[in-house]
């Protein structure tokens, strides 16, 4: 059985680029490492993260990311066992929609990158914060 949390965040007002730029490099790093997957989403405004792998892997990397002060209001949208991974195929950032990046529609791009979720609560939980979100920017 594998561990596999959620959650979502507000960015420090004044996160640039180079911020996210520099948590998506130490992500991809230490995720490998520790053989952790997910996906991260930025919106310009919050996150919304995904961690899965062994139960102490991802426990360890939550503990560090939740004092991370490039964000803040860590909130648990959900933590439970998965029996397989369901972000495996996904590197880590390959998801950064919104403003920053420019590659806008958040809505659509999570629409589709939740299709092939098994649990229909995980896809409806990560596509109703793309709407909001989506839609608070307009
Ligand atoms: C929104 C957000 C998501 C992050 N996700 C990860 C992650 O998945 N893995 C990780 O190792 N660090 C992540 N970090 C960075 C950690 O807080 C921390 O800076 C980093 O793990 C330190 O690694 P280093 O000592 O190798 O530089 C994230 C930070 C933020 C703000």
Redo the contacts with the bound molecule.
Sequence with gaps: MLHQIIYI?T?RPSLILS?VE???R??????ER?R?T?L?I?DGKR?L?A?EGSMEDVEA?FS?????P??RALVRLSGRAVEGREFGDWS?GSHLVGPVTGKGDMVGHVDAMTEGLTDPNMRETLRGFARIRGGAAG
Excluded: C, E, W
């Design positions: 965040s960015a911020d520099d948590i998506l130490a992500s991809r790093r230490n995720n520790a952790v997910g991260l930025f996150f993260q961690l990397t560090r990311i939740a004092v991370d490039r964000h880590m």
